[in-house]
C-alpha cells in the first residue's frame, strides 16, 4: 500500500473510490479524482464524494 501511495497516488484514491462506490467508469472516477483533489476539507468517503456522484 505504501508504494501504491508514494508511486501511484491518483490509482489507489481511484481505486478506492471504485471500490466504496462502485464504479466502472474511468471518466467518473476521473472526475471525482480531481473534485476531492481540488476540496482540502473533505474525507475520502464522504457525503459530499457520494452527493457529487449523484
Given at each position: 500500500?505504501?508504494?501504491?501511495?508514494?508511486?501511484?497516488?491518483k490509482?489507489?484514491?481511484?481505486?478506492?473510490?471504485?471500490?466504496?462506490?462502485?464504479?466502472?467508469?474511468?471518466?467518473?472516477?476521473?472526475?471525482?479524482?480531481?473534485?476531492?483533489?481540488?476540496?482540502?476539507?473533505?474525507?475520502?468517503?464522504?457525503?459530499?464524494?457520494?452527493?457529487?456522484?449523484?
Amino acid at each position: 500500500m505504501e508504494f501504491f501511495q508514494e508511486n501511484n497516488y491518483k490509482n489507489l484514491i481511484k481505486s478506492i473510490i471504485s471500490m466504496e462506490l462502485d464504479i466502472d467508469d474511468e471518466m467518473l472516477l476521473d472526475k471525482i479524482y480531481d473534485f476531492y483533489m481540488d476540496n482540502d476539507d473533505i474525507s475520502l468517503i464522504s457525503e459530499e464524494i457520494n452527493r457529487f456522484v449523484i
